[in-house]
């Protein structure tokens, strides 16, 4: 009996430090990271750099061409970073250096490459240059989208939004859930026509059907908000 019960607990115990991440993964992760997230702002600034200090000898015009030169640069570095990386999929993974684990990571540190650099607010205030960015990481967006320049997307490429949507301040929408020692991806799909009120959270596994309305301060995971459905906010006000 005792045996049994210490052959356990060492098995507990073996579990335990499997789902602990060591510090040389940790070190891993800083040095991948690191790359993947400055490294597209660092080389679109070095680009708009060079375009300047070639073009103003001949023209002052580069001027007001830099930051059309900035934003166009960054973009098209994401986007040639995201297709070289394994693509994200839907499923329950180990938290463990895996195939899936791996190219989860990457595309997770790919979306924070605008957001560390500050690049995101700007990007995210034009129609045309939010719409570019957000189809570079990879997600399924129509360009009839109204959203305030604050909105966060994690796992673009589970993300889908069909036309004549909108999206409030602080609405973040990701596709990926951490429980206990497993990560879980799902994606998250809003149709045509639906309203989402700020500070609202999509989780994974949440699909907005057509015309529904979702009021301000709402947070769903896995859930199917049906055609015209209507959700009360969750802010009251003061």
Known sequence: MNKDIKSQV?????????????????ICIDVLSFFISLMPSVAALSFTGLFIARGYASTWLVLPLAPLVLFSSFIAIIFLIRICLPRLKSGRY???????????FCHFALSRAAKITGLSSILQSFNVTKFLYWRALGAKVSFQIMSSYDVNFVDCQLI?????????AQVSISCHSDV??????SPVVIEDNVFI?????LGPGTI????????????????????????????TEV
């Open 208 to 235: 907005a059907k057509k015309g529904a309305w979702i009021g301000f301060g709402n947070s769903f995971v896995n859930r199917v908000i049906k055609e015209n459905d209507k959700i009360k906010s969750k802010i």
């Open 94 to 104: 180990k938290r463990e250096l895996s195939k899936p684990v791996f190219a989860w």
């Open 160 to 168: 889908t939004i069909g036309k004549n949507v909108t999206l409030g």
């Open 197 to 201: 009120g700020m500070s609202t959270v």
């Open 180 to 185: 206990g020692s497993l990560l879980l991806l």
């Open 10 to 26: 060492k098995k507990n115990r073996s579990s335990d430090t499997q789902n602990h991440i060591s510090s040389s993964m940790l």
